[in-house]
């Protein structure tokens, strides 16, 4: 295997956990309130007749084994934090219940859990051990969960996985029952989570909170041993890149398919997860992969040559994959943080036939020309805040403020256009199909640029019409175009919903028939079904009146009907 030496690939599971046990509760109580948190818990080990075998089982066995350790490649020894991200197999989706729904409708989009894949926090522990075979203790901790919460997994991780590794499976039982206490996360909220004698402080953001959404924040009330330092920052990732970083944003905005070879999967997954929180407050809509691996089932899709190369970013650490995507457009290669003087060095833009399949130098092998003028103010500020060693979390909220600003100037013109096709509040009457939402016409919306484009909030010069019409073809402006057009739908319906509640629905049966009543009804019925579900942004106040106009419907109708549509 790719895992950390020779050995027969991932073998069947011995044991379980992140599930009701024996003795732990009752028969058929769900594990609700842990399962709004993570699906499970998976301990991967190294056995040197074995290789690596998963102890504690989950979904997608086989990739969990590998991506669970760093690859022979990496190196490293002592203890090691990084994160994956794997597509969950078809046929073994777990349906959300009411409460995770709910918690998502008022998170950002960038902190909504995911339908269709699974994150992975892990924690490696190597270290030498006379007592084992190989001469060395190589364990893995690993918490899988639906949820992006990088900062949280990665603080609990750092509590629960040294107790772990001393004292085994107990203490995850343990953990386990710790966690099914836990209050459902809910956007807006601060929640304290007790766990091993310390309680986490997190707060869960909502839409409302801030324009640029960041991971949960925990501090943690020291009972026991505090969490583990945080991972870096986005300056701690981009230091070596802080000249190419308006580059990548293009790239990102762009969904252009992206090699990020790195020395070690916790420095392949801060940098993948770094360049994807780009675009915040957009969502990013594309496939990535924090860390990757030759073993993983996508490999033979993300690889092959027959098609153009996927819009993901895969984040490796073996230079196999120069090699193997040696065609991909875009490969971005770091090396281990190194300051030349008092700066750190920067990797240089290289054409890709500049690439070397086996020794490749850091650098950002690409033939994309930006569209946008480097803001070089930006990057002396940054340099210079190096330099003069300013607390990282100043130049980490420096560099966020500027990427946000950068993709607010870019969006805000297409949320004018977009707001501009809603049809007038006063074209919505009770008794008519609502007006549709007039389409979008990328050539209206460009020659609108030239008195409502990015020019009123940025002051960077560049081709921007040329980088809209590239985001034309991107899954950036799909996915944001299905989000806003979705969203001006529900409000269509909702005002539609309050016209008709403002209406006399009396005077409307007069002359109505039985069937365009009964229809009445079961469009109202509807909409109350799709309002109570959060889908509809409507008053309570609309909603209790639609109530009494479905019941003041109902028996006006004869009494067959009225027991058809209300059965005892």
């Known amino acids: ?23 732990t509760r009752a028969p058929g109580t769900p594990w609700a309130r842990f399962s709004a948190w993570l699906e499970c818990v998976c301990v991967v080990t190294f056995d040197l007749e074995l290789g690596q075998a998963l102890e504690v089982r989950g979904p997608r066995k086989s990739s969990i084994c590998y991506l669970s350790f760093p690859d022979s490649h990496s190196g490293c020894l002592g203890d090691t934090q990084f994160s994956f991200r794997i597509r969950q197999c078809g046929g073994q989706r777990r349906p959300g219940h009411a409460g995770e729904k709910r918690s998502d409708t008022g998170a950002p989009t960038s902190l909504q859990r995911e339908p269709a894949h699974y994150f992975g926090y892990v924690y490696f522990r190597q270290v030498k051990d006379s007592s084992v075979k190989r001469g060395y203790f190589q364990k893995s901790l690993v918490l899988l969960s639906r949820l992006p919460f990088v900062r949280l997994f990665q603080a609990l991780l750092g509590l629960v996985a040294p107790e772990f590794f001393d004292k085994l499976a107990p203490c995850l039982e343990a953990v386990c029952n710790e966690i099914d206490q836990w209050p459902v996360p809910a956007p807006g909220q601060t929640l304290s989570l007790p766990v091993m004698g310390v309680v986490l402080q997190v707060h869960i953001p909502s839409r409302a909170d801030t324009p640029e959404p960041g991971p949960p924040e925990q501090s943690s009330h020291e009972v026991g041993p505090p969490p583990l330092p945080q991972p870096c920052p986005i300056l701690g990732c981009f230091r070596s890149v802080l000249a190419h970083v308006q580059l990548l944003w293009e790239l990102m905005l762009l969904g252009e398919p992206l090699l990020v070879l790195a020395p070690s999967p916790a420095v392949s997954s801060e940098m993948v997860l770094a360049l994807t929180s780009c675009l915040r407050p957009l969502k990013f809509c594309c496939d990535y992969r924090p860390y990757f691996t030759i073993h993983d089932s996508e490999f033979k899709e993300f690889t092959t040559r027959t098609q153009a190369p996927p819009n993901v970013v895969l984040g490796v650490t073996n230079p196999f994959f120069i090699k193997t995507l040696q065609h991909w457009p875009h490969i971005l ?50 340099l210079k805040g190096l330099q003069k060693k300013r607390p990282s979390d100043v130049q980490t909220a420096v560099l966020r403020r500027h990427l946000l600003e950068l993709t607010q100037s870019f969006i805000i013109p297409l949320e004018h256009y977009m707001a501009s096709l809603m049809p007038l509040q006063k074209g919505i009457v009770p008794w008519k199909t609502p007006p549709q939402i007039r389409p979008f016409r990328q050539d209206d919306f460009l020659r609108s640029l030239e008195h409502t484009g990015p020019q009123l909030t940025c002051v960077l010069k560049g081709d921007w019409l040329g980088l809209y019409r590239r985001f034309f073809k991107s899954p950036h402006f799909d996915g944001w ?80 009907l009225q027991a058809v549509l209300c059965p005892p």
């Open 1 to 23: 295997p790719e895992g950390a030496g020779a050995g027969a690939g991932p073998q069947r599971a011995r044991g379980r956990l992140g599930a009701p046990s024996s003795g």
């Open 333 to 382: 290669r770091v090396g281990e943080p190194k300051m030349s003087g008092d700066l750190p060095k920067q990797v240089k833009l290289k054409k890709p036939s500049r690439l070397k399949t086996l020794d490749t130098k850091p650098g950002l092998y690409t033939a994309y020309t930006a569209h946008l003028h480097r803001d070089k103010t930006l990057l002396r500020r940054l």
């Open 481 to 560: 175009y299905r989000q806003r057009h979705r969203e001006m739908t529900q409000k269509l319906e909702a005002l539609h919903l309050e016209a008709i509640c403002e209406a006399n629905i009396e005077i409307w049966m007069k002359d109505k028939s039985e069937v365009e009543v009964v229809d009445l009804i079961l469009k109202l019925r509807e909409r109350l079904v799709r309002a109570q579900g959060h889908q509809l942004p409507v008053k309570e106040a609309t909603l209790k009146r639609a109530r009494l106009y479905i019941d003041t419907a109902i028996g006006s109708l004869p009494k067959d």
